[in-house]
């Protein structure tokens, strides 16, 4: 499983960049990743043929570091999802 060397948050541009072991970075939009939230919440939502809700100013304004992943903190409360490091790699969003 590949790791990324540094994450970055830009509370300004509200984005979080993933830099990986092989020089490439990765920008992803905090309301992109709110809405991709893989917790289980968020996924029965999603198979129910919905999407996720999350307004455009929502932030992450806490990262957890977990072994596989990290599970982000947003300012609208939602916490529950862990993002792992593959999931946030096969990611390609920058905006929603």
Not at 63 to 87: C, K, N, T
Request: one cysteine or more; proline letters at 6%.
């Amino acid at each position: 499983m590949r790791v990324p060397v540094r994450v970055e948050l830009d509370s300004r541009a509200r984005t979080m960049t993933l830099y990986w072991p092989d020089a490439v970075t990765q920008c992803l939009s905090h309301v992109a990743l709110r809405r991709a939230c893989p917790c289980a919440a968020c996924r029965r939502v999603r198979i129910g043929g919905n999407k996720v809700s999350a307004r455009e100013d929502v932030a992450i304004v806490n990262i957890r570091s977990m072994a596989y992943g990290v599970q982000l903190v947003f300012s609208d409360g939602h916490e529950q999802g862990i993002f792992p490091w593959p999931f946030l790699e096969a990611l390609d969003v920058v905006s929603p």
